[in-house]
């Protein structure tokens, strides 16, 4: 709450509740109000697979746009999320549909869903759904463990596949945490990177993170977010994310301006360096011969 108040008084323009799952916070509610009043945008990522009436009616009164995570058809997705949630995601999906600000589908790919991406399109596209995205897992946390994270050729090949469906239905499709896209001169894609200092990852502790999925904190937004901003910006791993020093293949690479080597969560995870480039990259993945 204090935090909340504090992103208010410091001009925030925007967050974006995730988690884990938000919606299973008890602060939740509070935390929307707060933001909500002061006229901070906001969205809200959800499994969809709890649905609060109070939740709802502040997204509804503000304005919030909500994305819900969609693993695939019915069986993939009961067996990524371990339960019998399948119904209950595409209830909540209409329900936010009815009162948001917008609902977005999101399917994170790994090696068990990947072959569903185009069901997971078109079941969005006849949902009428107002964004597409899909983001690839990361070799962190529970994907690392289970080695379900998907590689950088199959990747390709499904990244095609979506720009096909995509191109063939007429829609855009959100690539996240995929700058090396580029490469693949896709058609029918919008890509996102982040080496960037306009959005910052605080964790429920109130840490500033480098990355949402890397347990490196940067500064602590207690007592004070403004003072923790200032860390952040002045901090020198910020600094060599936001403005990196590349290495071969990155450096001599045609799409580097626009992808700058693409995400360094994962080539931090993978090479033990944040700027040893993306190892999703097709050609990052041939120079160091990782698949
Ligand atoms: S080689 Fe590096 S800069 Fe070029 S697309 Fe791949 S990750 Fe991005």
Redesign the pocket.
């Known amino acids: 709450m204090d935090l909340a108040k504090q992103i208010v008084e410091n001009g925030i323009e925007g967050v974006s509740l995730t988690g884990g799952e938000p919606v299973v916070d008890s602060a939740l509610p509070e935390i929307m109000k707060v933001l909500g009043s002061e006229g901070i945008e906001m969205t809200l990522v959800t499994s969809g697979t709890i649905v609060r009436d109070e939740v709802l009616d502040l997204v509804d009164r503000y304005g919030v746009f909500v994305w819900i995570s969609l693993d695939g058809p019915k069986y993939i997705h009961n067996l990524m999320r371990g339960g019998n949630v399948f119904e209950k995601t595409m209830r909540s999906i209409e329900m936010y549909r009815e009162r948001a600000n917008g609902v977005g589908l999101v399917m994170a790919l790994s090696k068990v869903n990947s072959y569903y991406v185009e069901f997971f399109i078109r079941i969005a596209a006849k949902l009428d759904i107002d964004r597409i995205a899909v983001i690839p897992a990361m070799p962190s946390g529970r994907a690392l463990e289970t080695g379900i994270y998907i590689g950088s050729k199959q990747l390709a090949e499904v990244l095609r596949v979506v720009d096909d469906v995509a191109n063939e239905i007429g829609i855009y499709v959100d690539l996240w945490c995929m700058?090396?896209a580029?490469?693949l001169r896709l058609r029918r894609v919008n890509i996102y990177g982040c080496r960037t200092t306009e959005v910052i990852d605080i964790d429920p502790a109130g840490r500033l993170l480098l990355c949402d999925t890397m347990d490196i904190a940067i500064a602590s937004a207690a007592p004070c977010l403004r003072d923790a901003i200032d860390r952040y910006l002045d901090s020198d791993v910020v600094k060599s994310v936001v403005y990196p020093r590349?290495s071969e293949?990155?450096s001599r690479?045609?799409?580097?301006d626009l992808?700058?080597?693409?995400c360094f969560s994962r080539a931090y995870t993978v090479f033990g360096d944040l700027n040893a480039?993306?190892p999703l990259?097709?050609?990052?993945a041939r120079?160091r011969e990782i698949e």
């Open positions: 700058p090396f580029y490469t590349l293949p990155c690479c045609l799409f580097k992808c700058r080597g693409g480039g993306d990259c097709p050609y990052v120079y």
